[in-house]
């Protein structure tokens, strides 16, 4: 692979380091990663490329650009597979900042690039995706409940998938009632997210930033699924610990009436239980079959203590809703 990058790159690069899930090397005070994009289309590619360009030039070091090849291209095949090579600065951790300030600031400055974005965008689609996956998983689990199965997995998943339709169809009702009651403010213009955020990502690159995690969305996705990562790990004092992460954020950069509704839909979708069933029966791993049947078990005995966190969540984080005029749903009350 070495000879490889020298062949495209007229690099002499003396060894491969790991960097979370890539292979990085050196050159001085750079650090350059190599991204595998499989059959990644050419026009997803240059919406990331003009994205980054444009979180540098706006002073964002923490993010990694792309290098061409000495032909001009960005795509180069190693081994019959494609890469991409970035670059970035090394030693990012030494300027750390609380991760809720970083994303806030992350997220005020790509929420001012100039161009249209359309293969990235996943903004106003919420509604759409949450609707198309709920009617695939209803179609099933139909089709489970007519085969009476006796395996442990398809009772509890024809147990408890009615309870999860209705926290999906509240989830959604919720995004069209935000739509119809509110306005979006600055803050709610689109911007550069995360497919899925967690505190894992930015820390397994040493705070360098791949567009290749990226899509472009409403500020809040970031923020749901940070907070949803942490209410399902459960570490030491988690609670207080989003109430911080917020606090942080909202420093830089506030969230309309708006965006906590739509915060508040998305953290109310049982994104973690679709997940949890669709992969399950998706692999034919028996180890893996193993694993998503205890996180079954987990999200299951878990859900008084989520339908708390609920139902306490605005109150948590000192929000006026009745000054904002945001309502709570009457179920949780």
Same mark, same amino acid.
């Given at each position: 692979?070495?000879?490889?990058?020298?062949?495209?790159?007229?690099?002499?690069?003396?060894?491969? @380091?790991?960097?979370? %899930? *890539?292979?990085?090397?050196?050159?001085? $005070?750079? /650090?350059?990663?190599? +991204?595998?994009?499989?059959?990644?289309?050419?026009?997803?590619?240059?919406?990331?490329?003009?994205?980054?360009?444009?979180?540098?030039?706006?002073?964002?070091?923490?993010?990694?650009?792309?290098?061409?090849?000495?032909?001009?291209?960005?795509?180069?095949?190693?081994?019959?597979?494609?890469?991409?090579?970035?670059?970035?600065?090394?030693?990012?951790?030494?300027?750390?900042?609380?991760?809720?300030?970083?994303?806030?600031?992350?997220?005020?400055?790509?929420?001012?690039?100039?161009?249209?974005?359309?293969?990235?965008?996943?903004?106003?689609?919420?509604?759409?995706?949450?609707?198309?996956?709920?009617?695939?998983?209803?179609?099933?689990?139909?089709?489970?409940?007519?085969?009476?199965?006796?395996?442990?997995?398809?009772?509890?998943? @024809?147990?408890?998938? %009615? *309870?999860?339709?209705?926290?999906?169809? $509240?989830? /959604?009702?919720?995004? +069209?009632?935000?739509?119809?009651?509110?306005?979006?403010?600055?803050?709610?213009?689109?911007?550069?997210?995360?497919?899925?955020?967690?505190?894992?990502?930015?820390?397994?690159?040493?705070?360098?930033?791949?567009?290749?995690?990226?899509?472009?969305?409403?500020?809040?996705?970031?923020?749901?699924?940070?907070?949803?990562?942490?209410?399902?790990?459960?570490?030491?004092?988690?609670?207080?610990?989003?109430?911080?992460?917020?606090?942080?954020?909202?420093?830089?950069?506030?969230?309309?009436?708006?965006?906590?509704?739509?915060?508040?839909?998305?953290?109310?979708?049982?994104?973690?239980?679709?997940?949890?069933?669709?992969?399950?029966?998706?692999?034919?791993?028996?180890?893996?079959?193993?694993?998503?049947?205890?996180?079954?078990?987990? @999200?299951?005995?878990?859900?008084?203590?989520?339908?708390?966190?609920?139902?306490?969540?605005?109150?948590?984080?000192?929000?006026?809703?009745?000054?904002?005029?945001?309502?709570?749903?009457?179920?949780?009350?």
């Amino acid at each position: 692979m070495i000879q490889h990058i020298y062949e495209h790159y007229h690099m002499h690069v003396k060894e491969l @380091i790991p960097l979370g %899930p *890539y292979k990085s090397f050196w050159i001085r $005070n750079k /650090i350059y990663v190599l +991204v595998p994009i499989g059959e990644m289309e050419e026009e997803v590619l240059v919406e990331m490329k003009k994205l980054s360009d444009y979180m540098n030039q706006q002073g964002d070091i923490t993010v990694a650009t792309f290098v061409p090849t000495i032909h001009g291209y960005y795509v180069s095949e190693i081994e019959e597979q494609n890469y991409c090579l970035l670059k970035g600065m090394r030693a990012l951790e030494r300027h750390a900042m609380s991760l809720g300030s970083e994303l806030s600031i992350f997220h005020k400055r790509g929420a001012f690039f100039p161009e249209e974005i359309e293969q990235l965008s996943r903004i106003g689609e919420w509604k759409a995706l949450w609707e198309k996956r709920l009617d695939q998983l209803e179609k099933f689990w139909q089709s489970q409940v007519m085969n009476h199965p006796t395996d442990v997995f398809d009772q509890l998943f @024809i147990e408890s998938f %009615p *309870y999860y339709l209705g926290v999906a169809e $509240n989830a /959604i009702q919720y995004v +069209v009632d935000t739509e119809m009651d509110d306005t979006p403010q600055m803050s709610d213009a689109a911007t550069i997210c995360q497919e899925r955020f967690t505190p894992l990502l930015w820390h397994q690159t040493k705070r360098l930033k791949l567009p290749f995690e990226w899509v472009y969305d409403h500020p809040t996705r970031d923020i749901a699924e940070l907070i949803r990562y942490m209410m399902i790990e459960k570490k030491k004092d988690w609670e207080q610990t989003i109430v911080q992460f917020v606090t942080d954020y909202e420093r830089n950069y506030s969230l309309s009436s708006f965006g906590w509704r739509l915060l508040f839909a998305r953290l109310l979708f049982p994104l973690h239980y679709f997940e949890t069933v669709e992969r399950y029966y998706q692999t034919g791993n028996e180890e893996q079959k193993s694993i998503y049947r205890d996180r079954l078990e987990a @999200i299951l005995h878990d859900v008084n203590r989520s339908e708390q966190f609920m139902k306490h969540f605005y109150g948590s984080l000192r929000l006026p809703i009745d000054k904002l005029g945001i309502r709570k749903l009457d179920w949780l009350s």
